[in-house]
C-alpha cells in the first residue's frame, strides 16, 4: 500500500489543522494507521493512532484533547484532526500503516510496514 500525507501548512498557535493520509493500492481499512511527528534534531514520536480492529484509537498525552483520528473508509483516507496547536507541534507529520500491528505496539515506528512522505507543520507564537 502507498500512503500520501498531506495538508500541513504554517498555522499561528491555536489554529486548527487537518492533515490526511491516503492510501492506494489496496483497501485502507483493514490496516492499523498511525501518525508520528519528528521534530528537527528529535526523534520521530508517535502522535495516535487507530487499530484495525474495533477502531480503537489511542493518543500521545501530548495531543489527547486537542488532536483527533478518524478515518473515511469510502475515500480510503486518514485525518488527524489538530485543534489548539502549539509552537511545540511543529515537526514533519508521518502516517504509517500495517495489517498485522497489535495494539500494544501500535505506538512503536518500527512495527509498521508502510510510510508516507511526510507533510511539514509548522506553529507559530
Known amino acids: 500500500v502507498q500512503l500520501q500525507a498531506s495538508g500541513g501548512g504554517l498555522v499561528q498557535a491555536g489554529d486548527s489543522l487537518r492533515l490526511s493520509c491516503t492510501a492506494s493500492?489496496?483497501?485502507?481499512?483493514?490496516?492499523?494507521v498511525g501518525w508520528f511527528r519528528q521534530a528537527s534534531g528529535k526523534e520521530r514520536e508517535f502522535v495516535g493512532g487507530f487499530h484495525r480492529t474495533g477502531g480503537r484509537t489511542s493518543y500521545a498525552d501530548s495531543v489527547k484533547g486537542r488532536f483527533t483520528i478518524s478515518r473515511d473508509n469510502g475515500k480510503n483516507t486518514v485525518y488527524l484532526q489538530m485543534n489548539n496547536v502549539r509552537p511545540d507541534d511543529t515537526a514533519v507529520y508521518y502516517c504509517?500503516?500495517?495489517?498485522?500491528?497489535?495494539?500494544?505496539?501500535?505506538?512503536?515506528?518500527?512495527?509498521?510496514?508502510?510510510w508516507g512522505q511526510g507533510t511539514q507543520v509548522t506553529v507559530s507564537s
Open positions: 493500492g489496496r483497501t485502507f481499512s483493514a490496516y492499523a
Open positions: 504509517a500503516a500495517s495489517q498485522t500491528i497489535i495494539l500494544s505496539s501500535l505506538r512503536i515506528p518500527s512495527a509498521y510496514a508502510y
